[in-house]
Nanobody, 125 residues
Framework: VQLQASGGGSVQPGDSLRLSCASSGRTFSSGVMGWFRQAQGKERVFVGA???????TYSDSVKGRFTISTDNAKNTMYLQMNGLKPEDTAIYYC????????????????????WGQGTQVTVSS
């Protein structure tokens, strides 16, 4: 399984972007698909995740601004990012696992088995 993230770019504060994560071969319909981000010099941190049958979970820093959705016909997950702020600047990674993670386990990158290559998002005026 390969995950391919795309859609990053350079935008101004307040703008929107939509990231895509295409999964080759299959979906993770029984597990979890999520997004993480890593700012320069910092650790990779949880952004949000979608669990089959249990909806979405977001970090406090993006709640209300970012939305995860999927198109199962295209084996693709999206991250709609609205109201972008300079502190959202990072490389964004999509990740997935077949494991049915509990909420507290969503936040740890080590619990995900498959990763995309990352896409850069820069928010600057």
């Amino acid at each position: 399984v390969q995950l391919q993230a795309s859609g990053g770019g350079s935008v101004q504060p307040g703008d929107s972007l939509r990231l895509s994560c295409a999964s080759s071969g299959r979906t993770f319909s029984s597990g979890v698909m999520g997004w993480f981000r890593q700012a320069q010099g910092k650790e990779r941190v949880f952004v949000g995740a979608l669990r089959s049958g249990r909806g979405t979970t977001y970090s406090d820093s993006v709640k209300g601004r970012f939305t995860i959705s999927t198109d199962n016909a295209k084996n693709t997950m999206y991250l709609q990012m609205n109201g972008l702020k300079p502190e959202d600047t990072a490389i964004y990674y999509c990740a997935a696992t077949d494991t049915r993670l509990i909420t507290s386990s969503l936040y740890a990158p080590g619990n995900y088995d498959h990763w995309g290559q990352g896409t850069q998002v820069t928010v600057s005026s």
